[in-house]
């Protein structure tokens, strides 16, 4: 059964830094694509951030330069470290995983923010005060 299991959110002055971490089990962490998603309330879920099997990385415009998405295969687990935090970064977050293989970051990124990756964590909140 494969399960994703965000950590590390929480409530951070605009400036600052978080790190995310999503813990995975239930599969071959390795093989497959991650993405980071995040959902303000009451707009659509965007991707992020996203990596590749090989290591491969694609981001979203609005956090190029300040998120950085990476993987710990031996303790399978997938981070994204947040700095230079704005407000508008304030979102539930979402650890997602695809098991096509082959899949890029720039499709795990472009995927159907809502039905486009296989599994999905339930969430952590951030939250970015001014």
């Known amino acids: 059964q494969v399960q994703l299991v965000e950590s590390g959110g929480g409530s951070v002055q605009a400036g600052g830094s978080l790190r995310l971490s999503c813990a995975a089990s239930g599969y071959s962490f390795s093989n497959y694509a991650m993405a980071w998603f995040r959902q303000v309330s009451g707009k659509d879920r965007e991707g992020v951030a996203a990596i590749g099997s090989d290591g491969d990385t694609s981001y979203a415009d609005s956090v190029k330069g300040r998120f950085t998405i990476s993987r710990d295969n031996a303790k399978n687990t997938l981070y994204l470290q947040m700095n230079s935090l704005k407000p508008e970064d304030t979102a539930m977050y979402y650890c997602?995983?695809?098991?096509?293989?082959?899949?890029?970051?720039?499709?795990?990124?472009?995927?159907?923010?809502?039905?486009?990756?296989?599994?999905w964590g339930k969430g952590i909140l951030v939250t970015i005060s001014s």
């Open positions: 997602a995983a695809d098991l096509a293989i082959g899949m890029t970051a720039i499709q795990a990124l472009g995927a159907d923010p809502y039905y486009g990756m296989d599994y």
